[in-house]
C-alpha cells in the first residue's frame, strides 16, 4: 500500500469514527421505536452517554445527512416515550450539550422545535432537580423562538410557568421560570396574549415588582418582562429604560462574578434590542453612569475565567460602542488590550475580533487613533491561523462553523487595517500570500474529490461562504499594491471553485457580503469570462437555492396529542340544530330591542346563550386539537425537509463535482487527440527511416549468408579434427592398457626376484650366470622404464591437445548458434520484407 493510500484511508477512518455514535444510535433508536426491548434500550443509553460528554461540539453542526437524522431520531425518540424514563433524561443531557454548539441551538430552536415536546415534561409532580434540568435546558431551546400563532402546547406551558413563579421558594425554579417565559413572550406577540389570557396580570406584576426588589438574580429578568408587558400597550417609558440600564450593570457583575450564562445572555440580548429602538437610543445616551459602570465590568471580567461569559461581554461591549457614548472612547484602549488577550481563546475569539474591528471602524479619524493603533498585536492576531492549522491537522472533514467564523473575523480585521496605509506594510508581513494559499486550501482541494463521502454535505448552508469571500476580497484589495498578491488574485478568480462561491453568496449572502461580490466583479481586474463563469454557476445553483423554500414533502413520522387526545370530537350540536340555535337567539334579539316581548325570563334567554357557548367552546376545543395535530405534522414536515435539502445539497455538490471531473476528462481527451496526431507523424518518419534500415539490413543478410557459408566449411573441418581426436583418445586407451600389462609383469619379475634371493646360498655356483641374467633383465626393466615415461609424456601431450580441441570446438559451436538465430532473424525479417513489398505492389496493382 502506497504512503497516499494509507493517509487516505487513515483519515477516512477519523471521519468516519466521528459520527460512528451518532449512526449507532439512529440505527438503535429507529429499532426501539418499533421493538422497545433491553437491549436496544442499553445501546442507546451507551451512545447517548458518550455524546453527552464529547468535547468535540462540531459533530452537532447542523447540515449533514447524519446530523439531520441524528436530531430526527433524537425527536422520534423523545416523542415515543410514553413517560419520563432514565432515557429521557439522557436525551436531556445530549441536548444540553448540543446547544453548547450556537449553530446546533438555532436548529434545535427553529428547525427541529424541541421545546414544545420537551414542555410535556413540566408536570407539578415533578422533584426540583429534575425541574431544573428541564428549565434549563428549556430556557436554552427557547431563546429566540418565533411564534407566530397560538401553538397548542402554550397554555399549559405557561401557566406552569406562571404558576412556579407564583408559588414556588426555589430561587433558582423562580429564575429558570422567568426566563423560559420571557423567551417565549420576548418579540411574541401570541404568547404575550395567552399569558395575558391564562394568568391574573395584575398579580404576576405585583409578583414581579416583588421579586425585583427582594432578589438580585431574577432583577434583570423581572425588569424585562415588565417591560414586554408594557409594550403591548404603548411605548417603554423612560424611566423603565433608565432604570434598565441601572440594574443591568448591577446585575452583569453579580452574573459575572457566579458566572451566570443564561442571565448574560439575557442581559445583553436585551440591551442590544433596546439599543436598536429608535425612541429607546436617545434615553440610553442620556444615562450619566456609564465610564464607572464600565469600570467595574471590566475589573470584574478580569477576574473571570469563563470563556462563554467574556465573549457575551464582549459583545455588550459591542452594543456600547454602537451607541457611540462620547465618555466612553478613551476606554477603547483597554477594550483593546482585554480583546486581543482573548484572541486565542477560541470560544471568544470570533467576539473579541469583532470588538477590534469596530474600534477601528469607529476610530479611523479621532485623534487617538494612532494611540488605538499601538495597542495591536500581530503576531497575536495570527494565533488565529496557527490555532486553525492544529484544528485541521490530520483531518480531511471542513472546517467547523465555528472555526469558519473566527477565521472571518480575523480576514475582515485585517481587511480594515489593510486601509490605513501605516498599518498596510504590517498587515503584508504578517500575513502572506502563502498564508492565504494555506487558508483557501481546503476548497481549492475539492477538485480532486470524487467520493461521495468526502464531499460537503450542506452546499448552501456552509458557512465558509462567507469566509472565502472576504479572503478574496482582503486579496483583492492587497493585489493593488503587491505583484505576488496580484498573481495569486488573478490565479483565484479563474478557479471555477472561487467563481461557484462567488454565484453561491450572491444567493445566499448577507447585504455586505453580496455587496462585497458585486465590488469585486465591478472591479477592473475582474476579467469578463470570470463574470460569464459566475452568471452559469447562479442558473446552475438557483434551483438547489429555491428548494429550501419549498414544503410540499410529507414523512410517516408519527404524530402525538397529548392534551386532546381523549376529547370527544363528536359536535354538540349538528350544524343545523346551531343555525336553528343562532336564529331563535337573533329572533329574541331583535323582540327585545323592539319591546314586543316581555314575559321571557332571563333563566331563559341565559339558557340558550349557554348552549350557544357550550357549542363554541366544545368548537374551540376541536380547533385547538387540530391545530396542535397540524402543529406537531409542520414539525415533522420541518424535520424531513431539512434531511431532503441536506441530501439535495450533497448530490448538487457530488453534481458539481463530477461535472468538474467530466470537463477535466474532456481536456484530456483533446490532449490525447493532440498527442495521437503527433504520434502519427512520429510513426510515419519512423517508417521511412525504417525502410531505409530494411534496405540495409538485406545487405547485411547477404553478407551473413557469406559468413554462414564460411562456417559451415569451418564446421566440417571441425568435425574431421573431432575423428581425430577420438581415435587419438583410443590409442591413448590401448597404450594405458599396455602399460597395466607391463606393469604387472613388473610386478611378477619383483616377486620371482624375490625367490630368487632366498636361494642365494644354494645357487652360489650359479652367480656369475645369475648376475649376467639379472644385468639383462635390468636393462630390459630400464628400456621398458623409459617406454612407459614416453608413452606418459606422449599421453599427456595428446590429452592438452584434446582439450584445446574440445574448447575449439565448444566457441565454434557458439558461434554456430548465433549466427544461426541471426540467420534465422534475418530470415523472418527478408519473409516480413517480402510480405510488404508484395502487399504495396497488390495495392498498387488495386489503385492502377
Known sequence: MSLES????????????????????????????????ETAASVL??????????????????????????????????NALASPIPLT????????????????????????????????????????????????????????????????HLPHLIKILTQWIMQSKDEEIVSRSLGVLINLCYKNLPAIHILIRTVNTKALHKMLLTLQSNNVNTRVQCCKLLIIMEQMSKDIPDKFILEFVMVTFQSLVAALADIDVLLLRHIVEFFDDVRKNENSRSVLISYQNYAD????????????????????????????????????????????????????VTQVSSKALMLIKTILIDSRRSKNFNDLVSELNLSKLMVVIGNEDDEMDGKSEKRSIELNSRLTELIQLLLEMSKTPNLRAQVTQAFSEQTMRRLLRPMLEQENLISGDNLPADLIGDS????????????????????????????????????????????????????????????????????????????????????????????????????????????????????QLDAALEKINNLLADGKITDVTTSAVMELYEYKLAAMKHAERGIQASHEAANAHATCLQHRLAQVIAESSRLHQLLFYTQQNYEMLQADKIQMNVKLHEAEGESKKIHAIQRQEIHGLKKIVAEKSATIEQLSNVKNELDCVTKKNLNLETKIKDLTDEKMNLESKAKDMLTKNHELNKFVNKLQDNIGKKDQIIEIKEKELAAGQEGMLALKQENEQLMRQCQSYEKTIAEKDENVQKLTNELIEFSRMRDMIYHLTAKKKDNQNETS
Open 464 to 579: 465558509a461562504t462567507t469566509l472565502h469571500i472576504y479572503a478574496l476580497a482582503l486579496t483583492a484589495d492587497l493585489a493593488v499594491q503587491n505583484s505576488s498578491w496580484l498573481t495569486l488574485y488573478s490565479e483565484l478568480i479563474q478557479k471555477k471553485q472561487i467563481q461557484m462561491m462567488i454565484a453561491l453568496a450572491l444567493f445566499t449572502g448577507d447585504g455586505e457580503v453580496k455587496q462585497k461580490c458585486l465590488q469585486l466583479m465591478a472591479s477592473v481586474s475582474f476579467p469578463q469570462e470570470c463574470v460569464t463563469a459566475v452568471a452559469k454557476y447562479m442558473c446552475e445553483l438557483e434551483p438547489l437555492v429555491l428548494l429550501q423554500s419549498r414544503t410540499g414533502i410529507t414523512t410517516g413520522i408519527p404524530v402525538k396529542s397529548e392534551n386532546y387526545s381523549n376529547i370527544d370530537m363528536t359536535p354538540l350540536f349538528s350544524l343545523a340544530q346551531e343555525g
Open 293 to 344: 459602570d464600565v469600570n467595574n465590568i471590566i475589573q470584574q471580567l478580569e477576574e473571570t475565567s469563563d470563556p462563554e461569559c467574556t465573549a457575551l461581554i464582549m459583545e455588550f461591549l459591542l452594543s456600547l460602542i454602537r451607541l457611540k457614548i462620547p465618555s466612553l472612547i478613551r476606554f477603547y484602549p483597554t477594550y483593546i488590550k482585554v480583546a486581543m488577550e482573548q484572541v486565542n
Open 6 to 37: 494509507y493517509n487516505s484511508a487513515k483519515e477516512m477512518s477519523l471521519k468516519m469514527d466521528k459520527y460512528q455514535n451518532m449512526k449507532a444510535f439512529n440505527i438503535a433508536a429507529l429499532e426501539y421505536i418499533k421493538y422497545p426491548s
Open 45 to 78: 443509553q451507551r451512545n447517548l452517554s458518550i455524546l453527552s460528554t464529547t468535547v468535540d461540539l462540531s459533530i452537532f453542526d447542523p447540515g449533514t445527512i447524519v446530523t439531520a437524522e441524528f436530531y430526527v431520531s433524537l425527536y422520534n425518540l423523545t
Open 89 to 152: 433524561w439522557s436525551v436531556l443531557d445530549v441536548l444540553y450539550n448540543a446547544c453548547r454548539n450556537s449553530a446546533a441551538r438555532h436548529a434545535l430552536i427553529h428547525t427541529y422545535k424541541f421545546a414544545p415536546m420537551l414542555s410535556r415534561l413540566l408536570e407539578t409532580n415533578l422533584i426540583p432537580e429534575k425541574r431544573l434540568r428541564v428549565l434549563k435546558l428549556l430556557q436554552e431551546l427557547t431563546y429566540g423562538v418565533k411564534i407566530h400563532s397560538q401553538e397548542a
